[in-house]
T-cell receptor, first 111, second 114 residues
Framework: AQSVTQLGSHVSVSEGALVLLRCNYS??????LFWYVQYPNQGLQLLLK??????LVKGINGFEAEFKKSETSFHLTKPSAHMSDAAEYFC?????????FGAGTTVTVRA | EPEVTQTPSHQVTQMGQEVILRCVPI?????FYWYRQILGQKVEFLVS????????KSEIFDDQFSVERPDGSNFTLKIRSTKLEDSAMYFC????????????FGEGSRLTVL
């Protein structure tokens, strides 16, 4: 069985500030981990993914995430928030071709 | 770039009516999925489909739901008799064999049941 917990359903940051979205997972086997972004009234877009190899992965729009096996975490960060980062972010885990999503974190960016 | 396409983008229906949501997965993909997102809630797994049969389904996917791959390209989700609580965004996804298991999602079909 696999599951994902996203800490914080809503994060508010100032433009230019650090964005940190927390994700912890549980999986009985080494997982593949993903972050997806959903802009209002749109579908799910892949931000980045971890499969194997380097534990720090870089994605689109300046986002990156670090896989920490000892902490079972895959937190998403961006050094400097932009207004266009306002969206819903979903962490997801899979190890059998079935994706399990976290509850999502809504990010708002203040000018 | 190959993409998953879904139709319709928005459908409004009366409670009790049948609805068919259509998806065209990426052409060389082998695994197909339907997910559902009720407004303001998390994305929920409904069903996975491989080798022309359901490989896994969630408790949400009851007898009112069915999936079909009627030809080599389309993958459909049918809701036999819609209920108010079926109102949601329905996402189709596909993934190829091997690789990272990354699911490629369509833009979604918004279903509104009145």
């Amino acid at each position: 069985a696999q599951s994902v917990t996203q800490l914080g359903s809503h994060v508010s940051v100032s433009e230019g500030a650090l964005v940190l979205l927390r994700c912890n997972y549980s999986s009985s086997v080494p997982p593949y981990l993903f972050w997806y972004v959903q802009y209002p009234n749109q579908g799910l877009q892949l931000l980045l993914k971890y499969t194997t190899g380097a534990t720090l992965v870089k994605g689109i729009n300046g986002f990156e995430a670090e896989f920490k096996k000892s902490e079972t975490s895959f937190h998403l960060t961006k050094p400097s928030a932009h207004m266009s980062d306002a969206a819903e972010y979903f962490c997801a885990v899979t190890n059998d071709y079935k994706l399990s999503f976290g509850a999502g974190t809504t990010v708002t960016v203040r000018a | 770039e190959p993409e998953v396409t879904q139709t319709p983008s928005h459908q409004v229906t009366q409670m009790g009516q049948e609805v068919i949501l259509r998806c065209v997965p990426i052409s060389n993909h082998l695994y197909f999925y339907w997910y559902r997102q009720i407004l303001g809630q998390k994305v929920e797994f409904l069903v996975s489909f491989y080798n022309n049969e359901i490989s896994e389904k969630s408790e949400i996917f009851d007898d009112q739901f069915s999936v079909e791959r009627p030809d080599g390209s389309n993958f459909t989700l049918k809701i036999r008799s819609t209920k108010l609580e079926d109102s949601a965004m329905y996402f189709c996804a596909s993934v190829g064999a091997g690789g990272s298991g990354e699911l490629f999602f369509g833009e979604g079909s918004r279903l509104t049941v009145l």
